[in-house]
């Protein structure tokens, strides 16, 4: 795998660590007072959205959840909107009306985020259908946690996505909770990979603390779609950091089994992996990570100074 060109890996490596360090400055913002409503934060997770998107064109669709800063920072989102989109700023990639959970940005196929558990899937699959349609070979990615794999929403879409061979890689995130539920309370399977065989494609289970092991699966998954091959499920096995939103101090889960997945850190896999193969070094890591310090600062700096929309624009970019 790490027969990638150095400069691949290394934009990969950015991405990783411009969504952590993005994150924490959100975490340290919320803090603050500074960033309205609650936010879900996806550290931990990172390496299936730079895994997955890394195989991704500008014009291919992705669409997100309530835990979707990654997943906009992997798609190509610009750190200064994101950032002011979180903190509810007219600068914002919605003008400040759809804060941390609905960030849309069509020009880099971000179909948006929604905080509707399993609503991502259906609108992923119209995209599909759109480009199958439109007779072009761009793909969609759906990322959704393993909870909204037990909607409607999810058995309907893949069924569809299934029958007309949509360009769809569903893409479930397993952190193993569903807010404070644990999987096997509600799901007498272990790998929600095992539900495509119901809809007649395939599923595949990945390490999804390993950024490497995600890009491969993906790219497979990829090239399957574009060809018009139609979907295929991909289930990563994650786990978050945090708790499952800013206001969740996640007592529900065992010391140890924290400690294990910590130990799991996809980041810090990815820069171990670098170092002993010898395709960077810990100075040249350190040198990006500083980049992307200094990067994440002019975001919140250009956030913190632009200025809240106005009460009577409320109604501006409503549809209904
Ligand atoms: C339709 C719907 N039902 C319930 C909720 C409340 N809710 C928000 S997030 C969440 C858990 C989602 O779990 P999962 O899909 O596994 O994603 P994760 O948070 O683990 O990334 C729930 C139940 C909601 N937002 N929407």
């Known amino acids: 795998m790490l027969n990638l060109p150095k400069n691949k890996l290394t934009q990969m490596l950015r991405k990783i660590l411009e969504i952590r360090l993005f994150e924490e400055k959100v975490f340290e913002l919320y803090a603050q007072n500074l960033v309205p409503?609650?936010?879900?934060?996806?550290?931990?997770?990172?390496?299936?959205?730079?895994?997955?998107?890394?195989n991704l064109r500008k014009d291919d669709y992705i669409t997100s959840t309530h835990r979707g800063h990654g997943h906009c920072i992997a798609k190509g989102a610009d750190l200064k909107r994101t950032m002011a989109e979180i903190l509810g700023k007219k600068t914002g990639y919605c003008k400040g009306k759809g804060g941390s959970m609905h960030i849309?940005?069509?020009?880099?196929?971000?179909?948006?985020?929604?905080?509707?558990?399993?609503?991502?899937?259906?609108?992923?699959?119209?995209?599909?259908?759109?480009?199958?349609?439109?007779?072009?070979?761009?793909?969609?990615?759906?990322?959704?946690?393993?909870?909204?794999?037990?909607?409607?929403?999810?058995?309907?879409?893949?069924?569809?996505?299934?029958?007309?061979?949509?360009?769809?890689?569903?893409?479930?995130?397993?952190?193993?909770?569903?807010?404070?539920?644990?999987?096997?309370?509600?799901m007498n399977i272990e790998n929600i990979a095992d539900r495509a065989i119901a809809y007649g494609i395939s599923g595949v289970v990945v390490d999804g603390n390993d950024v490497l092991a995600v890009y491969e699966v993906a790219e497979k998954a990829v090239e399957r779609a574009r060809k018009g091959e139609g979907p295929v499920l991909i289930e990563c096995k994650t786990y978050r950091h945090k708790g499952h939103s800013r206001v969740d101090p996640a007592r529900y889960r065992p010391k140890e089994e924290v400690a294990e997945w910590l130990a799991k850190d996809p980041i810090k896999r990815f820069?171990?992996?670098?170092?002993?193969?010898?395709?960077?070094?810990e100075a040249e890591i350190q040198h990006i990570e500083k980049e992307v310090s200094v990067e994440i600062e002019e975001a919140v700096k250009f956030a913190i100074e632009s200025p809240f929309p106005m009460p009577e624009e409320a109604l501006e970019d409503v549809y209904a």
């Open 271 to 281: 820069k171990e992996k670098l170092i002993h193969t010898k395709v960077l070094s």
């Open 37 to 54: 409503g609650t936010i879900h934060l996806y550290a931990g997770e990172e390496a299936v959205a730079v895994g997955v998107c890394s």
């Open 104 to 186: 849309a940005d069509f020009s880099i196929g971000m179909l948006g985020a929604t905080a509707v558990v399993g609503a991502g899937i259906p609108i992923a699959v119209g995209a599909g259908l759109s480009i199958k349609l439109r007779r072009t070979d761009q793909v969609v990615v759906c990322f959704f946690g393993e909870g909204a794999s037990n909607q409607g929403t999810f058995h309907e879409g893949i069924n569809m996505a299934s029958i007309w061979k949509l360009p769809v890689i569903f893409v479930c995130e397993n952190n193993l909770y569903a807010m404070g539920t644990r999987q096997s309370i509600v």
